[in-house]
């Protein structure tokens, strides 16, 4: 699969510009997917997490080879020093948070 040139931004899906329905997020992700954009950007600071369950239901029915999907680390959070930058710590939090998509 080639990854299209243009990519959603899932923030407007955490609320990060302005509130957002849910059902208007999902119908947004469909129309991208629609549209040819299969590169999906996420993180959990959009929303606080509201994004990645917006995201997750929206893909939920969708074919997983339709799309790529970019989950961004928390490793530049405030909380570093307890959860720490190492390889195993990162690889950690995205296993724990994948469940949130």
Known sequence: MKVSSLSFGASSLGG????????EGIQAVFTAIEAGMNFIDVSPYYGH????TVLGKALKDIPRDRYYLLRKS??????ESIH???RQSVRRRV??????V
Not at 49 to 52: F, G, L, S
Request: glycine share 4%.
């Open 74 to 79: 928390d490793a530049m959070a405030k909380t």
């Open 16 to 23: 990060v510009f302005h509130d957002l329905k849910e059902k």
């Open 95 to 100: 296993y724990m948070k994948v469940w949130n």
């Open 49 to 52: 997490y509201k994004a990645e």
């Open 84 to 86: 720490g930058t190492t």
